[in-house]
C-alpha cells in the first residue's frame, strides 16, 4: 500500500512539474515577445519624431497660417495612431494566446 501512494504522489508530482514548466516556458515567450513589440513602439515613435524635428521651419521663416512642415505632421501624428494601434493589437493577440494554453 505505500508503494502505491508514492508512485501516486511521484505521478502527480510530475504531472504538476510539467504543467508548470510549461506555464513557465509560454511566459517566458510572451513576455520576450511583449518586450520586443515595445521596443518596435518605441523606435518607430522615435523615428517619426526625429522625421518632423528634420522637416521643422525656421524661427524666421513662420508662415501666418501653417507651417512648412503641416504636411509632416500630420503623417507623423497619423503613423504614429496607426503603430499604436497595431501594437495593441498584437499584445491583446499575445495575451489571448498565453490565457488559452
Known amino acids: 500500500m505505500p508503494l502505491f501512494f508514492a508512485a501516486l504522489f511521484g ?3 510530475s504531472f504538476f512539474a510539467q504543467w508548470l514548466t510549461k506555464k513557465a516556458a509560454l511566459g ?3 513576455l520576450t515577445v511583449m518586450a520586443g ?3 518596435g513602439f518605441w523606435v518607430a515613435l522615435k523615428g ?3 522625421a518632423v524635428l528634420v522637416a521643422a521651419p525656421s ?3 513662420l508662415d501666418w497660417l501653417l507651417p512648412n512642415n ?3 505632421c500630420f503623417a507623423a501624428v497619423i503613423s504614429a495612431h496607426i503603430v499604436r494601434a ?3 493589437w498584437h499584445i491583446q493577440n499575445i495575451k489571448v ?3 488559452i494554453t
Open 97 to 99: 494566446l498565453s490565457y
Open 70 to 72: 503641416t504636411g509632416a
Open 37 to 39: 513589440l515595445t521596443v
Open 59 to 61: 524661427l524666421c521663416a
Open 86 to 88: 497595431v501594437y495593441d
Open 48 to 50: 517619426l519624431m526625429t
Open 11 to 13: 505521478s502527480l508530482a
Open 28 to 30: 517566458a515567450a510572451a
